[in-house]
Nanobody, 127 residues
Framework: QVQLVESGGGLVQAGGSLRLSCAASGRTFSSYVMGWFRQAPGKQREFVAAISWSGGYTDYAASVKGRFTISRDNAKNTVYLQMNAMKPEDTADYYC????????????????????WGQGTQVTVSS
């Protein structure tokens, strides 16, 4: 059974930074694409960023590109989301997720490609 636990959320002023972490259980973390998604109140869950199993390839939503950075440490079974220059529209619950397929050669932006999800961490950006 895989467990994903997010941390690092909180309240930040516009222009500030936060770093989210997602710790994964299990011995096969390094074989899977990992993604970050977010869901604001009243809105659908949306893709934020994803990273390949090796860490060599990343993809970002247009709304966060240049401000957010996804990274991973396979030795620590952890994926990170560094969020800089934050905006009020970044306010949401943030979820990390693990890909359904081991060793996928591309990163997916679709929630349906991920079958393990964390419980979420709340991020609030004040104006």
């Amino acid at each position: 059974q895989v467990q994903l636990v997010e941390s690092g959320g909180g309240l930040v002023q516009a222009g500030g930074s936060l770093r989210l972490s997602c710790a994964a259980s299990g011995r096969t973390f390094s074989s899977y694409v990992m993604g970050w998604f977010r869901q604001a109140p009243g809105k659908q869950r949306e893709f934020v960023a994803a990273i390949s199993w090796s860490g060599g390839y990343t993809d970002y939503a247009a709304s966060v590109k240049g401000r957010f950075t996804i990274s991973r440490d396979n030795a620590k079974n952890t994926v990170y989301l560094q969020m800089n220059a934050m905006k009020p529209e970044d306010t949401a619950d943030y979820y990390c997720a693990r890909d359904t397929i081991s060793g996928r050669w591309y990163v997916s932006t679709e929630p349906s490609a991920y079958n393990y999800w964390g419980q979420g961490t709340q991020v609030t950006v004040s104006s």
